[in-house]
């Protein structure tokens, strides 16, 4: 059974930087998309970055210039570096991955950006 652990969220000032990390075991972790979510209270889930399989990204407009999703396929982990954070980038994080009809969610890690 495939499980995904994020980790990294906390508590950081308005234009700081976060990197969160994504573990993911159970499955082949190099055929899988990986994308970051997130959700702020009272919000739908957001899209914030994404990685194929074969290495291409994508990004939320609202993120963009500012976040960088990578993945390390030896260590099985993807990461989300975020900087330049703003107050309205608080929310839980979720990582997810997929392929095909297998999908996988994390239990998500909080981060507050606030002064």
């Known amino acids: 059974q495939g499980q995904l652990v994020e980790s990294g969220g906390g508590l950081v000032q308005p234009g700081g930087s976060l990197r969160l990390s994504c573990a993911a075991s159970?499955?082949?972790?190099?055929?899988?998309?990986i994308s970051w979510y997130r959700q702020a209270p009272g919000k739908p889930l957001q899209l914030v970055a994404a990685?194929?399989?074969?290495?291409?990204?994508n990004y939320a407009d609202s993120v963009k210039g500012r976040f960088t999703i990578s993945r390390d396929n030896a260590k099985n982990t993807v990461y989300l570096q975020m900087n330049s954070l703003k107050p309205e980038d608080t929310a839980v994080y979720y990582c997810?991955?997929?392929?095909?009809?297998?999908?996988?969610w994390g239990q998500g890690t909080q981060v507050t950006v606030s002064s």
């Open positions: 159970g499955f082949i972790f190099s055929s899988y998309a």
């Open positions: 997810k991955g997929a392929a095909g009809r297998y999908t996988y």
């Open positions: 990685s194929t399989s074969g290495g291409s990204t």
